[in-house]
Each structure stands twice: as structure tokens, then as C-alpha cells.
């Protein structure tokens, strides 16, 4: 999916380690959304929860857009354009609808409900993505993942997956990235990470064992839930950092609640995006931006894409650079 903001500012990222509190009930950190425009005729709105100036990343995870569920007749739907990625792996995960995808590696595939596509654009890569004629409703999300600086040259690839359902006792999850409940997705990523679509039964508690090397985060889709005691309304993220053993998720509602869980390790590297790029300098993004610009070989061409534009032209760079953006340690929950 491209970043569509006209004007998208440049971000500096960088995650570092967060003290370990009371690993029984920690601090969670509640990071809302801001609504963007994504594009159509009628610009579908989504809901943006990372990158934010609270807080950039969690784990490699760096781009955060939930959206729906949107009547397609009323928003226009998906409709976007051929556009660039470098440094970054896209992950595509639909709730309803059907969005079918284009790229420069000559993949031509559908994004349905349940089933993973990742694709990689290291070095560098152009798709278009479209919600079909059969999609009345459309609703997922759309996340980024920033490679490590070893493997942020990585060549095009596109990985498919469809994750059977795991009992989590009071719930089941999807595992698409990554080991949870002794379910582990076979699909390669270059940072340990961990993504999860989890409904929750009514009324429910789960107690789900996780990596304690992992920072997470927990995106509420439908309901209302409480991370350990922190309540979490719809669209929001609730993040706890490293050291803790152990999530505890609770449905408050008499209806299933469905959550996206993220995870990874902290990334450890200071990025820089901008636009549909991940750097490492204002002077990549310059030259990222001027390779698209000029037709470039580096993303190559996507074919069979019909629409108002050929391709997305690059907004215009911002006029200073900025300082880096850190993401804040969690403070001690104890303090």
C-alpha cells in the first residue's frame, strides 16, 4: 500500500531498549490513530497508528494502516496507483473484501480474507493494488516492515500464506508471522517478528505466553478490550515493551472481539522514511525519489494495472531535513 499524504513528512526512527517493569501487570502505552486519505475516487479513509511521533516502531514494524469496514460504493473503494517501496517488506491482511495485487516481479495475486501476502521491495519495487468488482465491503490492514541494514538490498519476492486457526482457550489466533501457541508461520522475514489476528470469545480472558525479548502491540479491530488493566477502544494500540513473559487480553463485551497482535524485537537501527521509501539518509531518499521520478530500472514496471494514472508521482521532498525521531523507553511502571 503507498503512503498517499500529499504532503508526507520525513521521519528519523530509531527504537531503543525500555527498562523492565512489574512484568505481572506492566505499563501500556495507548497510541490512537490519525485519519489519512487513501486514494479512489472518494478517498478512502484510513486509520493510522504508526509511524507517530509517540512512537515510530514496534519490533521492525514501522507502518500501521487499519481500515473499514468501508462501503465501497460510498468511498470508492481501493484504487492505487503503481508506486515505489525500498528497505521494507509490505504485509497485506484482509478482514472482508478482496484487493487484487500487481507488481514489477511479475506476481499477480489476490489479497482475500485470512490469507498473508508479503512482498518484499529491498532494493527496489512498484505494485498497484485494487479492490475488485466483487468487494462491497472492504476492511484489513495494511503494515510495513523495515529491513535490517544487512538486508535492506534484498531482491523482489512475494510470499503466500494461509494460517490455519490455533484454540488459544477462550479465543483463536491466525499466526502469520512468527510462534505463537506452539503454531509457527513458515514464512521468512530478516528480524524475529511476530503478527497474529486473534478473536476473542465474549466475555473472555486469554493468557497468551510470548517471547519476553519482544516488544508488542495490540491494534483492537472490533470490540473493547483490556490489556492487562488498560482498556482499549476500537482502532487503538496498546503497546507494552521488552521483559514481559506473558499478555492478558480481555474481551469486556458480549460480542467475539477481534485483535491484530504485533511483535518483534527492538530494531535497533535509526531509519529514515519518507513517502513509500525506508532509508538510511535524507541523501537515499533524495536519490530513491529521483530513481522513480526518472523511470529507473530499480523498480522495474508493473503490467495490467488499469487506471486513472499510470503510476503515482512522488510528492515533492520536504524543505529541511529533520532530527531523528526515537521512540521513548517505557517508563517503570513501579516509578
Request: net charge negative.
Amino acid at each position: 500500500m503507498s503512503n498517499t499524504d500529499a504532503t508526507p513528512t520525513e521521519i528519523r526512527c530509531r527504537t531503543e531498549d525500555p527498562p523492565v517493569g512489574d512484568t505481572r501487570n506492566p505499563r501500556v502505552e495507548i497510541i490512537t490513530s490519525r485519519e489519512v486519505p487513501l486514494g479512489g475516487p472518494r478517498a478512502m479513509p484510513v486509520r493510522r497508528t504508526l509511524p507517530q511521533r509517540q512512537r515510530s516502531l514496534i519490533g521492525a514494524w514501522c507502518f500501521v494502516d487499519h481500515y473499514g469496514p468501508d462501503d465501497v460504493s460510498v468511498t470508492g473503494g481501493m484504487d492505487v496507483a503503481p508506486h515505489p517501496h525500498t528497505g521494507l517488506q509490505t504485509v497485506s491482511w484482509l478482514f472482508t473484501g478482496e484487493v487484487e495485487h500487481r507488481d514489477s516481479d511479475g506476481v499477480h495475486a489476490m489479497v482475500r480474507p485470512g490469507e498473508m501476502n508479503l512482498m518484499t521491495g529491498g532494493h527496489g519495487i512498484c505494485h498497484s493494488e485494487v479492490s475488485t468488482r466483487a468487494t462491497t465491503t472492504l476492511h484489513g490492514v495494511q503494515l510495513w516492515v523495515a529491513l535490517p541494514d544487512s538486508d535492506r538490498e534484498a531482491p523482489r519476492e512475494f510470499q503466500h500464506y494461509v494460517p490455519e486457526p490455533t484454540d488459544l482457550g477462550g479465543g483463536t489466533g491466525k499466526v502469520f508471522l512468527g510462534t505463537l501457541a506452539g503454531d509457527t508461520s513458515p514464512v521468512r522475514t530478516f528480524t524475529p517478528l511476530l503478527g497474529v489476528e486473534i478473536v476473542i470469545d465474549a466475555g473472555a480472558t486469554l493468557t497468551l505466553d510470548v517471547d519476553s525479548a519482544f516488544e508488542h502491540g495490540i491494534l483492537v479491530d472490533t470490540g473493547e478490550v483490556a490489556l492487562f488493566d488498560t482498556v482499549l477502544e476500537r482502532a487503538a494500540l496498546g503497546y507494552v515493551g521488552t521483559g514481559v513473559p506473558r499478555l492478558t487480553l480481555a474481551n469486556r463485551t458480549d460480542e467475539p472481539a477481534r485483535v491484530l497482535l504485533l511483535g518483534g524485537t527492538p530494531f535497533g537501527e535509526e531509519i529514515v522514511m519518507w513517502w513509500n521509501f525506508v532509508g538510511r539518509s535524507h541523501d537515499e531518499i533524495v536519490a530513491y525519489r529521483d530513481a522513480w521520478q526518472n523511470g529507473s530500472d530499480r523498480f522495474g514496471r508493473v503490467e495490467g494495472y488499469v487506471g486513472d494514472v499510470a503510476r503515482l508521482p512522488a510528492p515533492g521532498l520536504p524543505n529541511a531535513q529533520i532530527r531523528p525521531r526515537r521512540n521513548p523507553p517505557t517508563a517503570d511502571p513501579n516509578c
